[in-house]
């Protein structure tokens, strides 16, 4: 595995992990991680000194959040980012964007990543520093199953905004899940209505009225078109969770205070999430596992940290004191 100097300039770094093929050809996945100068010059009192950090995008996303890489190595973390297959840096023109019709696929994608890292399964010698796992959105759910099924893998788990709940709770998932699962079968790279409006976007984006910049061709103002049989795999996914997962390392999950979900602008939107029910959100977390603390921050956006600086600020604090609290 070679490392090679990443967009994202001179502290970052990636490389390509070789996934195989699949229906549509070669598969990879892209681990970045985040080297400043003076990397192992940290104070053995840093709340997460020893403590390597794996973290997860979403849908219609990629790594590119470095203010979250500089507060983990602020905290004397090893930072690591991980852009799934047919996402981001990992995305190739032959691939349908996104698309995998089971959240499990991405175990390989996973292990990879970890065993890059010195935390592989069958590692011939186990690194010793801790493993704290973190994840936005769809990438939350894809961890929480994740660590789910490989219990003693990760020492901790930190969600941000996870998808959950589909939008319009349980009963409307058990309504909707039998149609999406017949055209899943039918036809599962048939895409779906584009219900993405474009306003979170316009909450985030520098080109729209947010601060931040960002490759559009890995992360669209409107997101990838959504295959139906990779909606399938999320409301699998959101079911389990409503089934509990039984996990039992801590667990923090940070979210936005409200939601704001119309069907036209809203001011609202830039100090709310505009794409999940975070009440929903916040009452399917406390079934992941035995230690679960959500934490609620006034005025967020749907990924927490590209919120504006206040929110965004009160985010890593409520991370700094649960590291402190349940991960020393």
Avoid at 242 to 261: D, M, N, Q
Wanted: glycine content about 10%.
């Amino acid at each position: 595995m070679a490392w090679q100097d990443d967009i994202l300039g001179s502290d970052y770094q990636a490389a390509t992990l070789p996934l195989g093929s699949d229906g549509e050809g070669e598969v990879v996945a892209t681990l970045v991680r985040h080297r400043p100068p003076l990397t192992e010059l940290v104070s053995p009192a840093a709340p997460a000194h020893g403590t390597d950090v794996l973290y997860l995008h979403g849908w219609s996303d990629y790594f590119f959040q470095t203010g979250l890489a500089e507060h983990w190595h602020g905290l004397g973390a090893r930072f690591y980012a991980l852009d799934l297959r047919k996402y981001g840096r990992s995305l190739r023109e032959h691939q349908t964007p996104g698309f995998v019709a089971d959240l499990a696929t991405y175990d390989a994608d996973i292990e990879a990543a970890l065993a890059a890292m010195g935390h592989g399964e069958n590692a011939e010698r186990p690194s010793r520093r801790r493993l704290v796992l973190m994840g936005h959105s769809t990438g939350g759910l894809t961890l929480s199953l994740w660590v789910s099924r490989h219990p003693g893998r990760a020492h901790a788990l930190v969600l941000n905004s996870p998808w959950l709940e589909f939008q319009a709770g349980g009963v409307g998932r058990a309504f909707i899940t039998p149609l999406v699962q017949l055209g899943a079968r039918v036809q599962p790279l048939g895409t779906l209505p584009q219900v993405d409006l474009g306003f979170y976007s316009r909450s985030v984006s520098s080109e729209f009225d947010g601060e931040w910049s960002y490759e559009p061709r890995w992360r669209p103002p409107r997101g990838f078109p959504p295959p139906r049989a990779w909606l399938n795999a999320v409301l699998e996914g959101h079911a389990a969770v409503a089934a509990g997962l039984g996990i039992e390392v801590p667990i923090l999950t940070l979210l936005s205070a409200r939601s704001t979900i119309l069907p036209r602008w809203s001011e609202q939107m830039r100090h709310s999430d505009s794409v999940l029910v975070v009440n929903d959100i916040a009452r399917a977390a406390v079934r992941l596992g035995t230690t679960v603390t959500v934490a609620r921050i006034e005025g967020a956006l749907h990924d927490v940290v590209l919120s504006a600086e206040a929110p965004r600020e009160a985010a890593y604090a409520a991370l700094t004191r649960w590291l402190r609290a349940y991960a020393p």
